[in-house]
């Protein structure tokens, strides 16, 4: 125990030499055009909390617009979030492979794209699926390198088959085996690397010139049957989860609750979650306060459930009372308890009707 401590150790000291725990340099760019870029992620020296989570911030074909990307990469940046989960979305090529009417391939790409495994991303399973375009169209993808152990190259194979009878065929808004299909993918996947069936398909090229493959994102792809006829600088929204990497779960408790350095949960009142997705935990706000738990200054701050743009979601029918992490909710004077308790429904008054309307005190509680 003492040695596998001592090497966790390790690994989270060299992890925090390249900048300060939870604390990116005095003047760092914390947005790149209208995303906003939060610590541990960073752009330009000692703005991150290290190699991996670097973002480029660069202007866009020369126009002046700033667009990020993750560093040495020219993957389009559109969203990185920390908080309720680890995200980040980004743009990625779609494959194709085209064809003349005499069955010759005259425009191909694979849609490689390589996050590489020691990355903080990996893409997400949960939010991705991978589709395939095409008339007589077989296309899979083939993730990570087996390396020898076992009978495929690859890690994870998937994919599936479209077909059409002619032109009408494919219909908008169907894709289950004509026109467009799709499948799930794997978790832990770092790459993607697409391979195109060798179907004769010059016989389609007025109608369906060209097989596609791309991952996207699972709630922003309805397919078209215009798509046959995709351009090939089409680019697709997906969703990476990301994570701490350093270690292949949460540091142990020891670690955690000293805050020793390169442990990347820093705010007070934050808590370290292994990832689902790969190797590696990230870190949230306990019950009852939000912020960027990575941040060591601005970090999980309490949440104010009595605040009046908090009623729907903390339910309160009679005084509220904020307290740290939490919140009371007492009856009001002269009602008392019922069912569950006023954080779930209405309190009874102490006293009957009749003799409530007696006194002409009586007036139905308003949440």
């Known amino acids: ?46 703005c991150s909390r290290g190699k991996g989570f670097e973002i480029a911030c660069n202007p866009r074909n020369g126009n002046g617009h700033l667009v990020p990307t993750l560093a040495n990469s020219s993957i389009h940046l559109q969203n990185l ?25 005259t425009h191909w790409f694979n849609g490689t794209v390589d996050l590489n495994n020691n990355s903080v991303y990996r893409i997400s399973d949960r939010f991705n699926k991978f589709v395939v375009l095409g008339c007589n169209t077989m296309a899979y993808t083939t993730n990570g390198n087996s390396g020898g152990k076992g009978r495929y ?16 065929s494919a219909q908008d808004g169907w894709c289950a085996g004509v026109g467009c299909c799709h499948v799930d993918i794997s978790p832990g996947l770092t790459d993607n690397v697409v391979s195109f069936g060798p179907w004769t398909c010059g016989f389609q090229v007025d109608f369906s010139p060209c097989d596609y493959s791309f991952l996207v994102d699972k709630k922003e792809y309805e397919f078209r049957s215009a798509d046959l006829k995709m351009d090939l ?58 912020g960027n738990p990575y941040d060591k200054d601005q970090g999980c701050k309490d949440i104010n459930e009595c605040d009046v743009s908090n009623k729907k979601k903390y339910p309160c029918y009679g005084v509220c009372n904020n307290i740290p992490g939490n919140y009371e909710c007492h009856c009001r004077v002269g009602y008392q308890r019922s069912g569950e308790g006023p954080k779930k429904q209405e309190c009874s008054s102490k006293f009957p009707l009749p003799a409530r309307l007696a006194l002409g005190t009586y007036a139905p509680q308003n949440f």
């Open 1 to 46: 125990m003492a040695f596998w401590l001592l090497a966790d150790l390790l690994i989270l000291l060299a992890s925090a030499a390249e900048s300060v725990a939870g604390r990116p340099a005095a003047g760092c760019q914390t947005r790149c055009g209208d995303v906003s870029i939060p610590y541990p992620f960073g752009i330009g020296p000692n």
């Open 81 to 105: 979030s920390v908080a309720p989960i680890p995200l980040a979305k980004v743009m990625l090529p779609v494959a194709y492979k085209c064809y003349d009417s005499s069955d010759n391939v």
């Open 153 to 168: 190259a690859g890690l994870f194979y998937t994919g599936c088959v479209s077909y059409c009878n002619d032109s009408r």
């Open 233 to 290: 600088n089409r680019t697709m929204p997906v969703w990476l989860d990301w994570a701490i990497r350093d270690s292949v779960t949460c540091p142990p408790p020891e670690v955690q609750e000293k805050k020793s350095a390169g442990y990347a949960c820093v705010s007070d009142n934050s808590e370290c979650v292994n990832s689902t997705n790969g190797p590696g935990y990230y870190c949230k706000c306990k019950q009852g306060y939000e």
